[in-house]
T-cell receptor
């Protein structure tokens, strides 16, 4: 059964720092991996989708990498801003490709 | 383009009472999901619909939970009777394709349920 783990559970940094969020998964036979952002009281917003054939995806200050063989993905946030404060979740499709399996998330707090 | 709409946004009820949540997916999205997110956890799938057919309800506690998607558009998730452990955020999502392989899912804001 696929399991997704995210480390750390929480992270506090001052504005301007570069940071890395980690995600690991137990079954490397995945089609893709997604990173989501969740603001308090809000739904999830997809940030980046990495297909299994890709190594990384970039969007603005965000860069996500995928290493299927080791079962790991990282989300790199450059020059963090207070507006980046949120919970970041990674997710992979289940074996049938019919639903997403999520990690518990990393709650990020960026102070000004 | 309007996103996924859910109502109510918040609901507080006493245990043993019934409760219902409503979801309107993005227009044209045939696949609809209901997830439950407990505090400090990631969302977990409850049920998935392809049009009006429930194609994966293996994680839905069928003794007290029910769902429907009449006409393959809006969906309603019901709990009767509610228990203290049902307190959570109930998220609805939709996607244009039948699988999660290549398409992202679009999530609504969720309904936060508190059972007292």
């Amino acid at each position: 059964k696929q399991e997704v783990t995210q480390i750390p559970a929480a992270l506090s940094v001052p504005e301007g720092e570069n940071l890395v969020l980690n995600c690991s998964f137990t079954d490397s036979a995945i089609y893709n991996l997604q990173w989501f952002r969740q603001d308090p009281g809000k739904g999830l917003t997809s940030l980046l989708l990495i297909q299994s054939s890709q190594r990384e995806q970039t969007s603005g200050r965000l860069n996500a990498s995928l290493d299927k063989s080791s079962g790991r993905s990282t989300l790199y946030i450059a020059a963090s801003q207070p507006g980046d404060s949120a919970t970041y979740l990674c997710a992979v499709p289940n074996q049938a490709g019919t639903a997403l399996i999520f990690g518990k998330g990393t709650t990020l707090s960026v102070s000004s | 383009e309007a996103g996924v709409v859910q109502s109510p946004r918040y609901k507080i009820i006493e245990k043993k009472q019934p409760v219902a949540f409503w979801c309107n997916p993005i227009s044209g999205h045939n696949t609809l999901y209901w997830y439950r997110q407990n505090l400090g956890q990631g969302p977990e799938l409850l049920i998935r619909y392809e049009n009006e057919e429930a194609v994966d309800d293996s994680q839905l506690p069928k003794d007290r939970f029910s769902a429907e998607r009449l006409k393959g558009v809006d969906s309603t998730l019901k709990i009767q009777p509610a228990e203290l452990g049902d307190s959570a955020v109930y998220l609805c999502a939709s996607s244009p394709s039948p699988t999660a392989d290549t398409d992202t899912q679009y999530f609504g804001p969720g309904t936060r349920l508190t059972v007292l």
